[in-house]
């Protein structure tokens, strides 16, 4: 068989284990293994790289892709779909392993349903893809938030001082829950719920009085005040309709201080977050993924994402996968809440 693989969306860690797991399971196998380069501009565009042993040697304690990646949407330029396709046939390809989230996977379901036989590998930081119990590239990011969390305790703490820590988290609270969990937040606000400016800054005031000089808040981007819109990088739209987010954490960190009179200082940790070195758990997780959606083609299984269930990998519709957003798991905030203030 010939298999190609694309990575698109953003990048993030535990990628390149999955690359590296397709490839050598492929080639025990005697298949063939084609890259395309930059998502689905790869395929559109014709740019592909062969892997092989050599080429994915190295390369599993690497963060990012050695494919490249972007946002191109298959389905926003018109004949761009058709290029696709044509494209699919021409350079020979027996299937399609697609790795990403939301918007990837949301393409390789249509171009499924338009005849290409396509496998997906769930990857988001965010943790809020359907239909697995967790993607790679999450453990990553909480683990250098709760990082970047210890340290910002000891300066907070010397300095007497309200922190604020915007983290990652268009849609979904996962890593602002986890990572604030981990890292002794004091309060953590998602984009689950709207924020009640009152209500945190009692709890900070409530912290003061019992002696506690300092505190820790951490915001997803997504959050946002009630009756008021998300906080904007700027309007413009990508090529999946999504804008950039990023201010909320320097808009609630000025509402602090003026409300409570504490210092407060910000710090955004944008894309610190899915740089660098996948953690073990995400080279294995994505590992297996990789060893998974190797199986799926080879048994002609398609229209199907690798999926964590438990500890199981099993397969799961990719209509299913993408056909809603997974949002926090609420009694994970729950547990959050105890403690708060």
């Given at each position: 068989m010939k298999i190609g693989i694309l990575t698109g969306g953003g990048d993030c860690p535990g990628l390149n284990p999955v690359i590296r797991a397709i490839v050598r399971k492929a080639i025990l196998e005697g298949d063939e293994v084609l890259g395309l380069r930059y998502g689905w501009k790869g395929l559109i565009d014709k740019e592909t790289i062969p892997l092989d042993v050599h080429s994915v040697s190295g390369i599993l304690h690497r963060g990012g892709t050695i494919l490249g990646t972007s946002r191109t949407n298959p389905y926003k330029k018109e004949g761009d779909s058709q290029k696709a396709i044509a494209n699919f046939k021409e350079l020979g390809l027996d299937a399609l392993i697609t790795i990403g989230g939301e918007d990837t996977l949301g393409a390789a379901t249509k171009l499924y349903k338009?005849?290409?036989n396509t496998?997906?590998?769930?990857?988001?930081?965010?943790?809020?893809?359907?239909?697995?119990?967790?993607?790679?590239?999450?453990?990553?990011?909480?683990?250098?938030?709760?990082?970047?969390?210890?340290?910002?305790?000891?300066t907070a703490e010397s300095h007497n001082r309200v922190m604020v820590v915007e983290v990652m988290g268009r849609h979904a609270g996962w890593i602002a829950a986890y990572s604030g969990i981990a890292g002794g937040a004091d309060y953590i606000l998602i984009p689950e719920i709207a924020i009640d400016i009152e209500e945190v800054c009692q709890s900070i005031k409530k912290r003061h009085d019992r002696g506690k000089d300092f505190s820790i808040v951490v915001v997803a981007e997504g959050a946002f005040f009630k009756n008021e819109n998300v906080a904007l990088q700027e309007k413009k739209l990508d090529a999946f309709g999504h804008v950039r987010l990023g201010g909320i954490g320097h808009t609630l960190g000025k509402m602090v201080e003026q409300k409570t009179g504490y210092e407060t200082r910000v710090t955004v940790l944008g894309h610190i977050q899915r740089g660098g070195t996948p953690s073990a758990f995400d080279r294995v997780l994505g590992t297996r993924f990789g060893a998974k959606a190797y199986d799926l083609v080879k048994s002609g299984t398609f229209g199907r994402m690798a999926s964590l269930k438990g500890n199981k990998i099993v397969d799961v519709p990719l209509e299913e996968a993408t056909a809603e957003l997974k949002t926090l798991d609420m009694s994970v905030y729950d547990i959050a809440k105890i403690f708060f203030g």
């Open positions: 338009d005849g290409l496998v997906g590998v769930p990857k988001t930081i965010d943790n809020d893809l359907g239909a697995t119990d967790f993607t790679f590239g999450f453990d990553t990011a909480i683990n250098i938030v709760t990082e970047c969390l210890d340290r910002l305790h000891t």
